[in-house]
């Protein structure tokens, strides 16, 4: 991954948060013919939005919902199709994982695309469930969840004592 990376949270209706929209639509709903309207559900006026940029084009996505009670969602990480295999959603799922941390997570979950379950599984989460068409794209997914009840933030070391 090249230096000049840039990763944080935007807010929603920004540039940003536009292009990142612009990018999940590419990505996963515009070869299907489905308008960007498609990504308009409950959660994306409500949830927090990560971008990754690279030479201030967004090239990577991820959105984090709080459901309350100490479960957080994670959804519709995109990473630009020239850029995957750079650790760049590997600095998303870890942004998003200490961010619900941080914000009390006892359980953090997410919809992923069978084809993407390795990349889930190296990053602590585990499948639950039976594999499901999603809703939106008809593409199989499948529950996965990583518990992080008395866990020190992801990816640093348990504090002792």
């Given at each position: 991954?090249?230096?000049?990376?840039?990763?944080?949270?935007?807010?929603?209706?920004?540039?940003?948060?536009?292009?990142?929209?612009?990018?999940?639509?590419?990505?996963?709903?515009q070869?299907?013919?489905?308008?960007?309207?498609?990504?308009?559900?409950?959660?994306?006026?409500?949830s927090?939005?990560?971008?990754?940029?690279?030479?201030?084009?967004?090239?990577?996505?991820?959105?984090?919902?709080?459901?309350?009670?100490?479960?957080?969602?994670i959804?519709?990480?995109?990473?630009d199709?020239?850029?995957?295999?750079?650790?760049?959603?590997?600095?998303?799922?870890?942004?998003?994982?200490?961010?619900?941390?941080?914000?009390?997570?006892?359980?953090?979950?997410?919809n992923a695309?069978?084809s993407?379950?390795?990349?889930?599984?190296?990053?602590?989460f585990?499948?639950?469930?039976?594999?499901?068409?999603?809703?939106?794209?008809?593409?199989?997914?499948?529950?996965?969840?990583?518990?992080?009840?008395?866990?020190?933030?992801?990816?640093?070391?348990?504090?002792k004592?």
């Amino acid at each position: 991954m090249q230096e000049n990376v840039d990763i944080r949270f935007v807010e929603y209706g920004s540039r940003e948060w536009h292009e990142g929209r612009a990018l999940r639509h590419k990505l996963f709903y515009q070869a299907l013919g489905h308008p960007q309207s498609v990504m308009d559900d409950d959660q994306e006026h409500h949830s927090a939005h990560l971008v990754v940029q690279e030479n201030g084009k967004v090239v990577g996505y991820g959105r984090l919902f709080d459901h309350g009670a100490g479960e957080f969602q994670i959804s519709q990480m995109a990473v630009d199709a020239d850029r995957q295999g750079r650790g760049i959603g590997k600095l998303i799922i870890k942004r998003l994982v200490n961010q619900a941390f941080d914000g009390g997570a006892k359980r953090i979950w997410l919809n992923a695309r069978t084809s993407a379950t390795r990349f889930y599984e190296k990053e602590g989460f585990r499948p639950c469930g039976k594999v499901f068409p999603s809703e939106k794209t008809g593409l199989p997914h499948i529950k996965m969840q990583l518990m992080l009840a008395a866990c020190a933030p992801y990816g640093q070391p348990d504090k002792k004592g």
